[in-house]
């Protein structure tokens, strides 16, 4: 199984803040990875795929980078409807993983 | 648009099978490149990859809980059936199926219902 580890566990930020949230994969990947955004009590949303690639509506404040086994989630100024919970997924032709997760919260 | 539905028991008990069943709309599980997955969310913990079917029926599974699952589809239904067997009370969890498509060179997961909660107890 590929395991995919996300840092930090929970985040405290502000409003206006930029936040990076880190996901390593226990192997490499390639570009095949995923970043979802969940409240309580939703389904997850997608934020971005194939590691940077922003999903249509996003705001483009959200940005993706990474390859191989290291990937980030960056929010280059945080707005009072992004705080929530946030998952990275890889997908590779044998299955997926998610990672632990991480509770950005406001400080 | 594209929606689906998770439905099922919303109570099971220990050792028992469960029967998930994700009816969508806004796509065809025969075009090319499309799939549909189940994923689980026990209370308060994190998102759990379960098992994914494409269209040419090609099928993923976890490889922790893969001798435990089952997944078909029905194409003229529009349904995806997830079968899980010897159901324990730590299976307790929401259930959510995601439609899963390919475009801009990769395959991503965009819409998940809006997932049915599970309880595993005697």
């Known amino acids: 199984d590929i395991q995919m580890t996300q840092s930090p566990s929970t985040l405290s930020a502000s409003v206006g803040d930029r936040v990076t949230i880190t996901c390593r994969a226990s192997?490499?990947?390639?570009?095949?990875l995923a970043w979802y955004q969940q409240k309580p009590g939703k389904a997850p949303k997608l934020l971005i795929y194939?590691?940077?690639s922003l999903e249509s509506g996003v705001p483009s404040r959200f940005s993706g980078s990474g390859s191989g086994t290291e990937f980030t989630l960056t929010i280059s100024s945080l707005q009072p409807d992004d705080f929530a919970t946030y998952y990275c997924?890889?997908?590779?032709?044998?299955?997926?993983?998610f990672g632990q997760g991480t509770k950005l919260e406001i400080k | 648009q594209i929606t689906l539905k998770e439905s099922g028991p919303t109570l099971v008990k220990p050792t028992q099978t469960l029967t998930l069943t994700c009816t969508f709309s806004?796509?065809?599980?025969?075009?090319?490149?499309?799939?549909v997955g189940w994923i689980r969310q026990p209370p308060g913990k994190a998102l759990e990859w379960l098992a994914l079917?494409?269209?040419?029926?090609?099928?993923r599974y976890s490889p922790s809980l893969k001798s435990r699952l089952t997944i078909t589809k029905d194409t003229s239904k529009n349904q995806v059936v997830l079968t899980m067997t010897n159901m324990d009370p730590v299976d307790t969890a929401t259930y959510y199926c995601?439609?899963?498509?390919?475009?801009?060179?990769?395959?991503?997961?965009?819409?998940w219902g809006q997932g049915t909660l599970v309880t595993v107890s005697s």
């Open positions: 194939k590691a940077s």
């Open positions: 806004g796509f065809s599980l025969s075009t090319s490149g499309v799939g």
């Open positions: 997924q890889q997908y590779n032709s044998i299955g997926d993983t």
């Open positions: 995601a439609h899963r498509t390919y475009g801009s060179g990769s395959y991503y997961t965009d819409y």
């Open positions: 192997q490499s990947i390639s570009s095949w």
């Open positions: 079917i494409y269209w040419d029926d090609d099928k």
